[in-house]
């Protein structure tokens, strides 16, 4: 092997990479300034408040497998374009919506474009990333929604409160269009033994919706998501219980801030030894973590909480997205992105709904305080379902010897 690395900055990784953030940003905005818009000026019940959410992440769930089989027959250029197109179009939509029924209804436009955009944006990185660099690339791609995660909450809710509901939605639409343009800049190369003729041809089958060798790490992901939605949903609510509103806002700062020093060394890890040197150890951080923050008395612990759960589960997920990726022939990537994030997102909907519920009879803390030890069962079951699987001489395809 070569000394000299494969490039991985290229203008196609920045692109699709630009493309994912401004995507992500717009998610991100309306996610925490939908249901409040619903609650303050549309009158609206806490219940319709959640369903703005609920609709969203269903039509993104339900179009990804299309999404995945259109990508193999039209080409995943085409199918960014028409998704970002889509996801523009449907931002706009807001500014002429006044209507509760006509709000759901954008909303599950968009979650459609949503769904296709981010399984397209998927399996293009997987594509066009060197499969020498392969864990160390997604852990970039995946970076770039990290950031979001922490840039769009606070943008949305700062434009809201400062200028309202309009000049919010105006960010939105201005932010999908940027994602729009970026796509416009990103071309992808043609697998090796694939053409337009082969890509159409054979008869349609409900199992060429998923990726099967995905469904493994992409269960397990899931099982990890049921914990990790308990943080996007209900920590800034613990925060406020445990009197540490101060800090609240500097969760995700401290998580993405983690990510930022952490990327460049473990994305690397894993391409140098194996995916199982890297799981295990972020599983056991993120246990560690939730540990804290379950049991956080001070902004201190509670940081260190974020910084140890950025640290574990910011490691995690990137590394099952790029295992699903690897464990299918490269004519698949593009399905197994599918079939990764649809599963992922079932977990984050179911977690979301577990833990309201369980919210509602003991306390958040108690709640994260014994997620530390369902996570670390999470470690039998990655092994279970995926990790005896890497064992030393039997890394997934794409994965060379170094």
């Given at each position: 092997?070569?000394?000299?690395?494969p490039?991985l900055?290229?203008?196609?990784?920045?692109?699709?990479?630009?493309?994912n953030?401004?995507?992500?940003?717009?998610?991100?905005?309306l996610?925490?300034?939908?249901?409040?818009y619903v609650?303050s000026?549309?009158?609206g019940?806490?219940a319709e408040?959640?369903?703005?959410?609920?609709?969203?992440?269903l039509?993104?769930?339900?179009i990804?497998?299309?999404?995945?089989?259109?990508?193999?027959?039209?080409?995943?250029?085409k199918?960014?374009?028409?998704?970002?197109?889509l996801?523009?179009?449907?931002?706009?939509?807001?500014l002429?919506?006044?209507t509760l029924?006509?709000?759901?209804?954008?909303?599950?436009?968009?979650?459609?474009?949503f769904g296709?955009?981010?399984t397209?944006?998927?399996?293009?990185?997987?594509s066009?990333?060197?499969?020498?660099r392969?864990?160390e690339?997604m852990?970039y791609?995946v970076?770039?929604s990290n950031?979001?995660m922490?840039?769009?909450p606070?943008?949305?809710l700062?434009?809201?409160q400062?200028?309202?509901m309009k000049t919010?939605?105006?960010?939105?639409?201005?932010s999908?269009f940027?994602?729009?343009c970026?796509?416009?800049f990103v071309s992808?190369?043609?697998?090796?033994g694939?053409?337009?003729s082969?890509r159409?041809k054979?008869?349609?089958?409900?199992?060429?919706?998923?990726?099967?060798?995905?469904?493994?790490?992409?269960?397990?992901?899931?099982?990890f998501?049921?914990?990790?939605s308990?943080?996007?949903?209900?920590?800034?609510?613990?925060?406020?219980?445990?009197?540490?509103?101060?800090?609240?806002?500097?969760?995700f700062?401290?998580?993405?801030?983690?990510?930022l020093?952490?990327?460049?060394y473990?994305?690397?890890?894993?391409?140098?030894?194996?995916?199982n040197?890297?799981?295990?150890?972020?599983i056991t951080?993120?246990?560690?973590?939730m540990?804290?923050?379950?049991?956080?008395h001070?902004a201190?612990?509670?940081l260190?909480?974020?910084?140890?759960i950025?640290?574990?589960?910011?490691?995690?997920?990137?590394?099952?997205?790029?295992?699903a990726?690897?464990?299918?022939?490269p004519k698949?990537?593009?399905?197994a992105t599918a079939?990764?994030?649809?599963?992922?997102?079932?977990?984050?909907?179911?977690?979301?709904?577990l833990?309201?519920?369980?919210?509602?009879?003991?306390?958040?803390?108690?709640?994260?305080?014994?997620?530390s030890?369902?996570?670390l069962?999470?470690?039998g079951v990655?092994?279970?379902?995926?990790?005896?699987?890497?064992?030393r001489?039997?890394?997934?395809?794409?994965?060379?010897?170094?």
């Open positions: 092997m070569s000394d000299q690395q490039r900055w290229t203008r196609n990784f920045i692109s699709i990479s630009v493309s953030f401004f995507l992500f940003m717009t998610f991100y905005f996610l925490v300034t939908l249901p409040v609650l000026d549309m009158d019940k806490p408040a959640g369903l703005v959410t609920t609709v969203f992440l039509s993104a769930i339900i990804r497998p299309f999404a995945g089989k259109w990508m193999e027959k039209a080409g995943g250029a199918i960014l374009l028409f998704s970002l197109i996801f523009t179009g449907a931002s706009a939509l807001y002429f919506t006044d029924a006509g709000l759901m209804v954008v909303r599950f436009i968009h979650g459609i474009g296709m955009a981010t397209a944006t998927g399996g293009i990185v997987a066009i990333v060197p499969d020498a392969r864990g690339g852990g791609f970076l770039s950031l979001a922490v840039l769009g606070f943008l949305g700062t434009a809201m400062e200028w309202g919010m939605l105006i960010m939105g639409l201005a999908s940027i994602g729009l970026a796509g416009l992808v190369p043609r697998e090796p694939s053409s337009a082969s159409v054979g008869s349609f089958s409900f199992r060429e919706l998923f990726e099967g060798k995905a469904i493994p790490i992409a269960l397990t992901g899931a099982f998501a049921i914990v990790y308990s943080i996007l949903s209900f920590v800034s609510i613990y925060a406020d219980e445990a009197g540490l509103n101060s800090v609240s806002s500097y969760f700062v401290v998580y993405a801030a983690v990510l020093v952490s990327r460049p473990t994305g690397k890890w894993f391409d140098l030894y194996s995916p040197a890297i799981v295990y150890p972020a951080l993120f246990a560690v973590g540990l804290l923050l379950g049991s956080a001070s201190l612990i509670f260190a909480a974020a910084a140890l950025g640290l574990g589960w910011g490691t995690l997920f990137p590394s099952y997205q790029t295992i990726i690897m464990a299918a022939p698949r990537r593009a399905m079939t990764f994030l649809s599963i992922y997102d079932i977990g984050i909907g179911l977690g979301s709904f833990i309201g519920m369980l919210a509602a009879k003991v306390s958040i803390g108690t709640i994260y305080f014994y997620s030890i369902y996570v069962a999470g470690i990655y092994y279970l379902l995926q990790g005896r699987k890497l064992q001489g039997k890394q997934p395809e794409g994965v060379e010897s170094m």
